[in-house]
Structures are given as structure tokens and as C-alpha cells.
């Protein structure tokens, strides 16, 4: 077990390392083994001192030592067994994997390196102080794996840290290992546990690192469209729009507005969505893209749209760009919903101005046969979007609800109080 590291030294070794270190440098030029036991020796005296800073200096002694030697075979030993003699001070543990670490760029063999790192994680299993450090060599093992093409177990080991409860750990690292888990996890198809790794990134602390920031978004974005949750994708990319460095740059603001439009048009009417295509609608670089600011302002004003003129006039231009895709999946379901969110607008354009139309002119309306009319009406009824009230034997829809006897009493009683007021209002004209 590790003696306290801020005990007081029982002797200071510094002069005898000042006088020995350039002796065991010299012996290892012709003798590594041979300078590694004197300085074996030297640390069993360091350590049964508690002399930290001396310990120190042999720690990094030994491991630039061996790494020189290319001896990495006899440094992994060394490694696991000075971690655990009796009485060794933590720093020094600390500062052992610290060097090793420091070295491992320096091997060339990609199995030995492997190996070392599983050594090092293996010596800082389950050991607080170095957590930071067992996080760091996971990081670079699960890259080898990652170029290896072993996706699975690159995610596994690096998913495995919980970095969010490092309380020594940097911010702005401890984002980043967040990020890469989320990465993995994207890219390994699992994007239920990328959304809740993604939950650990508090959105305030992205603000001092925006480079960060539009890398979470880009990753929630991922999320969010492998669930055709299309009302956050907008959210994202207008966050994404607001990042300074991203405004500094013509095309990437413009393309990222672009997305928003294509997005928010995906969406489905909500109080959210009516305010986000509000705010696309009156931003000033809108303009800037012409035919993004046409189709805003084809889903905000109160008129019916032909999917065949809309085809026409749109298809081309949206078509070139990667949402609406066709050699896609994504692109062709992209497109589909679309055309529902067109028929969508049409139904509620036709609920604002008719309290009653046949189905028959309903139809020619929409351009829809009957039972895709009744099937979009039904929908909108349940989401909540439009009241609606189809009677089959007369093919009549009812957009307004018919009020009972009691609402009709209310309001004729309310409509004479309102009269009753503006007569005592202006009889002094008299």
C-alpha cells in the first residue's frame, strides 16, 4: 500500500544522485543491465526515504534508459513491478507511466506497442491518481484498433472510460474524450448510446471552445437524423450558425442556412417550428440564397402549393444537394416526407378558410385520392395540428367543432354583455 506522498522525507538524496546519475550514464553506455541495477538500488533507497523528488529523477532515468536501448520488453516489467513495491509514493507511479507514455511515439512496432499499452493499462487499472493517464493510452489503443479497421473493440475500450467523473482532468480534454466516444458510436451505428454519451456534454461549457462546438452539434446532427428528428436537426444547425468563426466564413454560414431551410421544411407544424421558420424567415443573410428564401416564404404564406408545380420549379436545385439525394436512402425518404409536409400546409391553408368542403373537392385540392385524404386528416387530427371531422356517408369534412347548446348560450349571452357595454359607452352622445 502507498505511504502518504506529502510524508517528510527521511533522507535527501540529492547529492548522491547529482554524483551517481552522470556515473550510471556513463556505465550505460557500455552496460544498460549493469546501470539499470544501480539505479534499481538507488530507488529502493529513494522509495524506503519517501524522497519524492529524488524518486522522481530515477523514474525518468530508468525509462529514458530502457526506451534508448530499445529494451521495451524489460520496461513493461519494470513498469509493473515498481508500481507495486511496498511503500511506493504515488507521484512516483504517476511520474513512472507519465515517461512511458512520453516514449511510446517512439515505437515503430505496432504489435509491441499495443502490448505496452495494455501494460500501462493494466498497471493503472483501478488506481485514481493515474486515471488521467489510463485514459490518455486507451485513447491512443483504441486509435491503432480504429486504423486497424476493429471498429467494435475501438469503441468498447474507449466507451468504457467515464471521463465526465475526472475531476483532474482539463475541460476542454475531457470534452474532447466525450466527443470521441460519440464519434465511435456514430460511426458504429449505435446511436441510442451516442445520444445518452452526448447528454454528458453540458452545452454552456462549448462556448470558450468553438471548435468543439460545432463538432458536437455536427455529431448531434448525426443523432438526430438517424431518428428523422428534424425539428432538432434545425436547432443544431442554427447553433452551429451563430458560432463567430462560422459567420467569418460566407460559404459556411450560407451552407449551414441552407441545411436549416431543408430541415425546417422536413419538420412537422409545431409552436417550435412556427418560431424557427419565423426566425429563418426575417434573418438577413436569407436573401443571399434566393431560392431557400422562396420556399420559406412558400411555407409561410397562406396559400395552397401543387406538389407538381412545386416539383418543377424546385427539384432540380434540391435534388443536387445531399439531403434531398436520391441515389440515398435518406435522400428518397427525405423527399417523401416533404411531399407530406406539403399536404400537411395544404390542410391546414384549407382548414383556416373552409368550415365544411366535400371530399371530392377535397381531393381535387390536394391532388390525393380519398383514402390518402382521410389517411392525412387523421393524422393531423392526432398530432393536434388541425380539428377535423370526416362524415363517410355524406363525404363532408367539418374543419370547426360544433358547439353544444350550453357554448351556444355562453357566447350569445357574452356577444349581448359586449353590447350592453358599448351602448352604455356611447349613449352620452346622444
Not at 536501448?69 to 511496498?86: A, G, I, P, T, Y
Not at 436573401?287 to 412558400?298: G, M, N, V
Amino acid at each position: 500500500m502507498s505511504r502518504d506522498t506529502l510524508s517528510k522525507a527521511a533522507k535527501d538524496f540529492t547529492a548522491t544522485l547529482d554524483e551517481q546519475l552522470p556515473q550510471i550514464n556513463a556505465l550505460a553506455e557500455q552496460d544498460y543491465k549493469g546501470a539499470l541495477d544501480r539505479l534499481l538500488l538507488l530507488e529502493k533507497q529513494t522509495r524506503q526515504a519517501s524522497d519524492l523528488a529524488s524518486s522522481n529523477r530515477i523514474m525518468i532515468s530508468l525509462v529514458d534508459l530502457l526506451t534508448k536501448h530499445n529494451d521495451w520488453k524489460m520496461l513493461n516489467e519494470q513498469v509493473s513491478l515498481l508500481s507495486k513495491k511496498h511503500g511506493q509514493l504515488k507521484q512516483s507511479v504517476t511520474t513512472l507511466i507519465q515517461q512511458v507514455i512520453g516514449h511510446l511515439d517512439e515505437i515503430t512496432d505496432i504489435d509491441l506497442k499495443i502490448k505496452s499499452i495494455e501494460n500501462l493499462r493494466t498497471t493503472t487499472e483501478n488506481k485514481i491518481y493515474v486515471e488521467i493517464e489510463r485514459a490518455r493510452v486507451t485513447k491512443i489503443l483504441s486509435d491503432i484498433l480504429l486504423s486497424r479497421g476493429d471498429l467494435d473493440k475501438a469503441t468498447e475500450i474507449l466507451c468504457e472510460l467515464q471521463v465526465e467523473t475526472y475531476g483532474s482532468m482539463e475541460l476542454q480534454e475531457k470534452i474532447e474524450f466525450i466527443l470521441n466516444q460519440v464519434e465511435l458510436c456514430n460511426k458504429k451505428g449505435d446511436y441510442q448510446f451516442a445520444k445518452i454519451l452526448s447528454r454528458k456534454v453540458l452545452v454552456k461549457s462549448l462556448e470558450k471552445f468553438p471548435e468543439l462546438k460545432l463538432k458536437f452539434y455536427q455529431l448531434k446532427i448525426a443523432i438526430a437524423n438517424d431518428e428523422n428528428d428534424y425539428i432538432s436537426i434545425v436547432r443544431y444547425y442554427l447553433s452551429i450558425y451563430e458560432i463567430p468563426f462560422i459567420q467569418e466564413n460566407r460559404q459556411e454560414y450560407l451552407s449551414t442556412l441552407t441545411n436549416a431551410v431543408y430541415f425546417i421544411m422536413l419538420s412537422k407544424y409545431s409552436n417550435l417550428q412556427c418560431d424557427l421558420i419565423s426566425k429563418i424567415a426575417v434573418d438577413k443573410n436569407l436573401p443571399k440564397i434566393p431560392t431557400q428564401q422562396q420556399l420559406i416564404k412558400t411555407f409561410t404564406t397562406q396559400e395552397l402549393i401543387s406538389w407538381e408545380s412545386f416539383q418543377q420549379a424546385y427539384a432540380t436545385i434540391l435534388f443536387q444537394h445531399e439531403v434531398f439525394d436520391q441515389s440515398t436512402t435518406k435522400g428518397k425518404q427525405h423527399l417523401e416526407d416533404l411531399k407530406s409536409r406539403v399536404i400537411e400546409h395544404n390542410l391546414r391553408v384549407i382548414s383556416t378558410y373552409y368550415s365544411c368542403i366535400t371530399l371530392k373537392r377535397l381531393q381535387e385540392l390536394l391532388q390525393l385520392t380519398q383514402s390518402q385524404v382521410e389517411h392525412n386528416i387523421t393524422t393531423l387530427v392526432n398530432d393536434g395540428t388541425i380539428y377535423a371531422k370526416v362524415n363517410r356517408p355524406s363525404k363532408v369534412v367539418d374543419f370547426v367543432k360544433r358547439k353544444t347548446e350550453n357554448e351556444l348560450l355562453n357566447t350569445w349571452s357574452s356577444n349581448v354583455d359586449e353590447l350592453l357595454e358599448h351602448i352604455e359607452t356611447i349613449e352620452h352622445l346622444k
